[in-house]
């Protein structure tokens, strides 16, 4: 099955900076990548995601970036603020066992820290 | 207005026992999935159902039963509590197919005593 490795898993920074998380996954059958945001007791929340015709998006101060051909995927966040902190976490979409439909893997998590 | 809901938030109960957690959304969506968080905040998926037609079922104990009574709804059993079920429920679902955005619930904390 799918296996999403997310680095690093804590990503202390100042705010302005920018802050970059990676992940890499195994299926190169997967063809959705969702980054999402969980806030301190709360449910994760989509921030951005990308489809695999694509090798970048782009939102406001929030970017990912595809490579298919290395199978692995990044989100690019600028101008931090303390707002921003938060556990991010990266998925990968495969077809759930011979369906059409699709069966999320998430990564580690990556607790984000943004100092004022 | 909440697009996917669940009930109760919090639950705490003794080993052995049997209790129920609930998801609705709102949302149009047809299908719904409940994911497991651990104590280190890593997310696994435990089912999906489309149209109330189970789609997943991951290498979860049998002592997990999902019951979707209609595609708005997608309620967990869980039977004879063990002290490893604690953790985060969250409820999600989406409108179907593989790239479609998951939306999640707030989530339920279910501590096992």
């Known amino acids: 099955g799918e296996n999403v490795e997310q680095h690093p898993s804590t990503l202390s920074v100042q705010e302005g900076d920018s802050a970059v998380i990676k992940c890499t996954y195994s299926?190169?059958?997967?063809?959705?990548f969702p980054w999402y945001k969980q806030e301190l007791g709360k449910g994760p929340q989509l921030i951005i995601d990308?489809?695999?015709?694509?090798g970048e998006k782009k939102d406001q101060r929030i970017a990912v970036t595809l490579n298919k051909t290395a199978k692995h995927f990044s989100l690019h966040i600028t101008e931090t603020q303390p707002e921003d902190s938060a556990v991010y976490f990266c998925?990968?979409?495969?077809?759930?066992?011979?369906?059409?439909?699709?069966?999320?893997?998430f990564g580690q998590g990556t607790i984000l820290t943004v100092h004022p | 207005d909440t697009a996917v809901s669940q009930t109760p938030k919090y639950l705490v109960t003794q080993m052995g026992n049997d209790k129920s957690i609930k998801c609705e959304q709102n949302l149009g969506h047809d299908t719904m999935y409940w994911y497991k968080q651990d104590s280190k905040k890593f997310l696994k998926i435990m089912f999906s159902?489309?149209?109330?037609?189970?789609?997943i079922n991951e290498t979860v104990p049998n002592r997990f039963s999902p019951k979707s009574p209609d595609k708005a709804h997608l309620n967990l059993h869980i039977n004879s509590l063990e002290l490893g079920d604690s953790a985060v429920y969250f409820c999600a679902s989406s409108q179907g197919g593989q790239v479609e955005t998951q939306y999640f619930g707030p989530g339920t904390r279910l501590l096992v005593l």
């Open positions: 990308i489809r695999s015709n694509v």
């Open positions: 998925a990968a979409s495969t077809n759930a066992g011979g369906t059409s439909y699709g069966k999320l893997t």
């Open positions: 299926d190169s059958a997967s063809n959705y």
């Open positions: 159902y489309n149209n109330k037609e189970l789609i």
